[in-house]
């Protein structure tokens, strides 16, 4: 019993080392793979401190050459360039600034699961947060067609009821109508249900003359058979 329960035991270890080094190998790949987004993202952010630092050169240099302008002409277009720059300067400047605040969280959380579950949050946040104004506007046309609907039933309701009696009114007029424009099939109608009571009338009057022919004839079957009968 004791092997045995030796044998168990050092399965249950082998089991137990197997997922231990899985784990390890998952956390060694996640450790990788943040790694690598770190390195993407360290470039991109020198890459936009660069387009930053170029952008604000030519912002000094446009600002220089607007003041050395001496038509106002000029100095209104150049101004007009000035104000678009400064406003993709603007969003290079919020863009660094996310990219540091990144950079910094990344620094500040160790590799595992606790990182991996960050950026697993991050990235569903993002989508509900790109999802929610397509999700308002469906809503909103959700709306629309339901008041519409709603609107479009009420009409039709109130249009049922008079369409209803004015059909009733039409069908009735037009029973008179026809009535009083053709007394000929009127009288038709009449002489034909008259002609019909009189034929029923007939054979009800026919149906007991019929019966007592039969019984009469039956009675003189019996007769000339009795008479037969005393002749033989």
Known sequence: ?????????????KEAIKIFNSDLSGEREKKKQLES???????????DSEEFQKS?????????EIQSLPRAEGRNQFLKAYDLL?????ELEAKVLKFSQEL????????????????TSESLCEDLVSKVPILEIKILNLNEERKALCSELGESK????????????????EGQKDSQQNP?????EQQLAAESEEAVRLGEELSPQSQSCGNSSDDSSTQVGAADMGSG
């Open 86 to 90: 400064q406003r993709e300067n603007s």
């Open 1 to 13: 019993m004791k092997v045995q329960e030796a044998i168990k035991m050092q399965d249950v270890n």
């Open 56 to 64: 604000q050169s030519e912002l000094t240099c446009l600002y220089e």
């Open 184 to 188: 000929d099939v009127k009288g038709g």
């Open 37 to 47: 987004g770190f390195l993407t993202l360290q470039k991109s952010l020198t890459v």
């Open 158 to 173: 109130q249009k049922e009821i008079p369409e209803e009696s004015v059909k009733a009114g039409t069908l009735t007029r």
């Open 104 to 119: 910094e969280q990344l620094k500040h959380f160790t590799v595992g699961d606790k990182t991996a579950n960050l950026l």
